[in-house]
């Protein structure tokens, strides 16, 4: 039976010093995608303490994208388990790990997502729509935050094309990141959040994610084929160690 979000019971050895449980924590999982026979994920442990960063590589095709829908929410695992600050995902309803999802997690899609028919204000105020818990987060007028966020972010709001479809790409990456950091979520999940953004821009971009993350407290799992990134983040993880069928010798 689907059962809706609730916090584990019971303290677990995986509590940091600070009493509080893992940002993500994954035991045991196994996650095939329905038809593909060829791609499996097993991941028997990971482990991401709150307001710690995690830097994932690894080949096209891997699975990192995968692995980031499964944090998400947005696929279930086969087998295993996935907790999210103490909460978990594997066997909630699919409308309980999108109300998860929206209150708690931050996620900018490797495509961004963004909604055509909203303006760029507007997509990044989406989660305040969504989740009342964002929207206070977000400070008395969410607006504001929203222009604070695309500021830092080299877009100045009243300069963009109000329709979305009109953005470069690497505007549209921006709008998409500002949309994740909105209303402070405490786990960031970004896809190739930098694959549009030219050098300046793209130190610009990590330096507000991790200075955000950091003011609020938030952990980051950010996926990117750029290594000279990685030393910027706690912990480095490749995601070909969760294929038995890949190596760590193959190039990516
Ligand atoms: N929604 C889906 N339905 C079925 N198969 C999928 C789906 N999404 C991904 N896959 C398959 O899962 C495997 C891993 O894909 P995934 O997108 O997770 O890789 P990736 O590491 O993110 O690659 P890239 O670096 O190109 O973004 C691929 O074989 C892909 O075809
Ligand atoms: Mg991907």
């Known amino acids: ?6 916090p584990s019971s019971g303290t677990t050895p995986e ?6 449980p893992p940002a993500v924590l994954i035991e045991d999982l196994a996650f095939r995608w329905p038809g593909k ?3 499996q994920l097993q991941v028997p442990h990971f482990h991401l303490d709150q307001g710690d960063t995690c830097f994932l590589l690894g080949p096209s095709g891997a699975g990192k994208s995968t692995l980031l829908s499964l944090l998400a929410g947005l696929a279930a695992p086969n087998q295993g388990s ?6 978990a995902l594997e066997n909630a309803s699919r409308r309980a790990r999108d109300r998860f999802r929206g209150d708690h997690v931050g996620l900018i899609f490797q495509q961004f997502n963004l909604v055509p028919y909203l303006s760029p204000m507007a997509n990044v105020l ?8 964002r929207r206070e987060r977000a ?10 966020l695309l500021a830092a972010l080299g877009l100045d ?14 505007q549209q990456q921006r709008v998409a990141a500002a949309r994740a950091l909105i209303g402070a979520p405490e786990i960031l999940l970004a896809d190739e959040p930098t694959s549009a953004l030219d050098h300046d821009h793209r130190d610009q971009f990590v330096d507000l994610l ?13 996926v990117s084929h750029d290594r000279s990134l990685q030393t910027r983040f706690h912990q480095q993880q490749d995601i070909r160690q969760w294929r038995s069928d890949l190596t760590t010798r193959e190039a990516d």
Do not use: W
């Open 15 to 20: 509590q940091s010093a600070a009493g509080l």
């Open 37 to 39: 026979g060829e791609f």
């Open 210 to 222: 991790l200075g955000q993350a950091r003011a609020n407290g938030s952990s980051v799992l950010f």
């Open 82 to 87: 996935i907790q999210l600050a103490g909460h």
């Open 157 to 170: 709001p009243a300069k963009l094309p109000r329709d979305v479809r009109h953005l470069s790409m690497g």
């Open 139 to 148: 400070g008395p007028v969410p607006r504001e935050q929203a222009q604070s």
């Open 126 to 133: 989406l989660p305040c729509q969504f989740s009342a818990r």
């Open 1 to 6: 039976m689907a059962v809706s979000i609730t």
